[in-house]
């Protein structure tokens, strides 16, 4: 059985790293790519095969909404998971990437104050969503 190829695209690099050690405790997932920005993450696509994308929102050059609207235009079709903190303006971010074309979404832990989100119980979460939707 071939692995899911997996893009992950987040501006810090200590969560790439980290989404990408969380994804891969999957013998089924590989990281394919990872990339800071959504402009990277295009270009990326053009060169790499994926089956997948994780997709922050909140990025420098290029946030992850105008990354699916330009996914979308572009005709790349891989299913996207939002992986987005949990605050009053990223929940509606996150309804916006859905409006757009986001096949699903998981909550990023913060490391401000209190979070119901564990690194585990988002690692998983990821993890039970790519496999479903591959």
């Given at each position: 059985?071939?692995?899911?190829?997996?893009?992950?695209?987040?501006?810090?690099p200590?969560v790439?790293?980290?989404?990408?050690?969380?994804?891969?405790?999957?013998?089924?997932?590989?990281?394919a790519?990872?990339?800071?920005?959504?402009?990277?993450?295009?270009?990326?696509l053009?060169?790499?095969s994926v089956?997948?994308?994780?997709?922050?929102?909140?990025?420098?050059e290029?946030?992850?909404?105008?990354?699916?609207?330009?996914l979308?235009?572009?005709?790349f079709?891989?299913?996207?998971?939002?992986?987005?903190?949990?605050?009053?303006?990223?929940?509606?971010?996150?309804?916006?990437?859905?409006?757009?074309?986001?096949?699903?979404?998981?909550?990023?832990?913060?490391?401000?104050?209190?979070?119901?989100?564990?690194?585990?119980?988002?690692?998983?979460?990821l993890?039970?969503?790519?496999?479903?939707?591959?």
């Amino acid at each position: 059985m071939n692995k899911i190829r997996v893009l992950v695209v987040d501006d810090s690099p200590v969560v790439r790293k980290q989404v990408s050690e969380l994804i891969t405790m999957s013998p089924n997932i590989e990281v394919a790519a990872v990339a800071a920005n959504g402009r990277l993450a295009l270009e990326r696509l053009v060169h790499t095969s994926v089956d997948i994308i994780i997709l922050d929102l909140e990025m420098p050059e290029m946030d992850g909404l105008e990354t699916l609207r330009s996914l979308r235009k572009s005709c790349f079709d891989q299913p996207v998971v939002v992986f987005s903190s949990l605050t009053e303006r990223g929940g509606a971010l996150t309804l916006d990437a859905l409006s757009l074309g986001a096949s699903d979404y998981v909550t990023k832990p913060t490391a401000v104050g209190p979070s119901p989100v564990t690194v585990e119980n988002a690692g998983e979460a990821l993890r039970e969503k790519i496999l479903a939707l591959c």
